[in-house]
């Protein structure tokens, strides 16, 4: 079975340049949910989907962010214009089950804003 | 609001020794609480789930304890490898909205 997949795995831009992730969650999974995670920290959530819906996106900073998941399946996180503080990496994960909430995640894209 | 905790210092332990994580949590008792494993470059993996009224769960060389008085879980590798070294995370439903809070993981070493 393939696991979360995101692209690309790492990305350099130059501050105030637009960027975007891509994900594709594990197939049969409904909750998508897009993390920041930081050196040293743990994973921070930006946004959770049910399906195509984004029941909780009260972590996305909506001045520079957006997400779209058409749908229900793969999902866009994008950022612009980018600021320095936001390097760090980008974590998708899914999962099946949502009253234990397992989730699955992607091995992630690693942003360099320079 | 809750808050976790869990040792920001790497734990270094002895190939074969019992290697012994902590995470503490700062108010009420969740449901759940969920450890995962972290690689350099990697996402999370989910390793185990213990709930509220479970007091010790295991799987293999691993083993999670929960202990709601003590605000506290505690999770073991028996047996430690190598292979073990990696980051370890905990998370915790925060309320009753199906997320995840998460704690800031506990570097492992293990030398052989």
């Known amino acids: 079975e393939a696991g979360v997949v995101q692209s690309p795995r790492y990305k350099i831009i130059e501050k105030k340049q637009p960027v975007a992730f891509w994900c594709n969650p594990i197939?049969?999974?409904?909750?998508l949910y897009w993390y920041l995670q930081n050196l040293g920290q743990g994973p921070e959530l930006l946004i959770r989907?049910?399906?195509?819906?984004?029941?909780?996106d009260s972590q996305l900073p909506k001045d520079r962010f957006s997400a779209e998941r058409l749908k229900g399946v793969d999902s866009t996180l994008k950022i612009q214009p980018a600021e320095l503080g936001d390097s760090a990496v980008y974590l998708c994960a899914s999962s099946l089950d949502s009253s234990t909430d397992t989730q699955y995640f992607g091995p992630g894209t690693r942003l360099t804003v320079l | 609001s809750q808050k976790i905790e869990q040792n920001s210092e790497a734990l270094n332990i002895q190939e074969g020794k019992t290697a012994t994580l902590t995470c503490n949590y700062t108010?009420?008792?969740?449901?759940?609480l969920q450890w995962y494993r972290q690689d350099p470059g990697r996402g999370p993996v989910f390793l185990l789930l213990i709930r509220e009224n479970e007091k010790e769960k295991r799987k293999e060389r691993l083993k999670v304890t929960f202990d709601t008085t003590l605000k506290q879980s505690l999770f073991h590798i028996t047996a430690s490898q190598p292979a073990d070294s990696a980051t370890y995370l905990c998370a915790l439903p925060p309320d009753s909205n199906y997320q995840l809070i998460w704690g800031a993981g506990t570097k492992l070493i293990i030398k052989p």
């Open positions: 108010n009420y008792s969740p449901a759940y």
């Open positions: 197939s049969g999974h409904n909750t």
């Open positions: 989907y049910e399906n195509e819906e984004a029941v909780d």
